[in-house]
């Protein structure tokens, strides 16, 4: 009965999806902003409010229902100078855009599917406490890498696709995002494995280290999942639909092949198996990023290399605590750690003149401005 009900959303959410894709075109942000905002606030008291009424598990029915109606209904009120539906019919944009978008649905269902299929397979041939603490150790992860990914895809992509015919210019424009993308998840994710096993006992307690031996290997993923995708991006903006979903195909197929081999192993060895399905991912993805548009291998792997470089001796040198303070609590340690790479990652980023760091502390700097001259603008009333 959940399951049916909750399928209602499915339709709720598909007549607000071209509303959201033109705005998404047209970098109208700020309206997104204006629709999901209020959505994601009354959504969730109408949830907290039938949580507290005794409604149990259908408070997070009435949660989502909620969610998707109302941001429906906000799309459709923000996006009315844009975009407003017809009773018309075109032959010629079915015939356009159907393969582009069964290719598209295809290579989504093929990639959800892969990624579901480790915790199936280990749910089902492992203990229900190796997959609770596989996916805490993914958990981790997983929220902030999909998050930033699929804030720079969504304004990559519409970006991209109006320069699509330049090649030149889409490889100046992916390789200015590179920069400020490696800054940013590269020094996150290379903490993650420098301060594991603080980081589980902190946040999770003690009963939940043996996560910690697969954090050691996830945040591998998190580098490379956004690269990936904004390599992906550049093939959507130039409508390869066909190709991204053979590349799904193939990390699929791939997949299964590594996990037959790597199960009889343990947990452990699937998880070092889907690291190097990532990799192998994202090398098969950077192939023909430089076969479409001419941004060369050798030049994306240069590209990202002083960041990978940086982050790895700053979480070298954040090791050294772990020597210095055995014995002592999680928390002294995951916080002396934090310090310690903190603090060399900006030093030798700083030293180094990286652009991304360059090109993050400009951005940084200018919101910092923005707010203080809205603050001189509207001064707060005295008492």
């Known amino acids: 009965m959940l399951v049916r009900v909750l399928s209602i959303s499915l339709v709720i959410n598909a007549l607000g999806k071209i509303h959201m894709s033109v705005l998404v075109r047209n970098l109208q ?25 005794g409604y149990g598990v259908w408070a997070l029915v009435g949660q989502l229902l909620s969610l998707a109606v109302l941001s429906t209904c906000l799309l459709w009120l923000n996006c009315e100078a844009e975009w407003q539906p017809r009773l018309e019919f075109s032959r010629q944009s079915l015939a356009k855009l159907t393969g582009f978008g069964l290719s598209m649905m295809a290579a989504v269902f093929l990639n959800r599917g892969y990624h579901e299929l480790y915790g199936l397979v280990i749910g089902r041939v492992f203990s229900v406490s190796q ?48 920069g400020p993308l ?37 945040p591998v993923i998190g580098m490379l999942y956004p690269l990936s995708a904004i390599n992906l991006t550049v093939l959507r903006s130039k409508g390869k639909g066909l190709l991204i ?34 990799i192998v991912g994202y090398l098969a993805n950077i192939i023909f990023t430089q076969l479409i548009i001419g941004y060369r291998v050798k030049t994306q792997l240069a590209d990202i290399a002083p960041y990978l470089m940086v982050t790895a001796t700053s979480g070298a040198i954040a090791l050294l605590p772990k020597l210095l303070l055995a014995g002592q609590s999680a928390t002294l340690l995951l916080f002396t750690q934090l310090a310690v790479f903190t603090t060399f990652y900006l030093a030798i980023s700083h030293v180094l003149r990286l652009d991304g760091y360059l090109e993050v502390r400009q951005t940084m700097l200018g919101l910092t401005r923005k707010l203080s001259g809205v603050s001189r603008h509207h001064p707060s009333p005295k008492s």
């Open 245 to 278: 979903l053979k590349l799904g195909v193939f990390h699929s197929v791939f997949a299964l092949i590594v996990l037959l081999f790597t199960f009889p192993y343990g947990v452990l060895a699937i998880v070092i198996g889907q690291v190097g399905c990532v």
């Open 182 to 218: 490696c800054f940013v998840v590269f020094p996150g994710m290379t903490f993650l494995i420098v301060a594991a096993h603080p980081i589980v006992e902190f946040v999770l307690t003690e009963k939940w280290m043996p996560a910690a031996d697969y954090l050691l290997f996830f």
């Open 29 to 53: 942000f700020k309206k997104l902003f204006k629709v999901s905002t209020p959505s994601i606030v009354v959504s969730g008291a109408i949830g907290i409010t039938m949580a507290l009424s």
């Open 131 to 178: 997959l609770a603490f596989y996916n805490r150790a993914r958990w981790f992860q997983r929220p902030p890498t999909m998050v930033l990914t699929n804030i720079l895809t969504r304004v990559l992509f519409p970006v991209l696709s109006m320069i699509q015919d330049d090649n030149q210019r889409i490889c100046r424009s992916l390789r200015r995002g590179m």
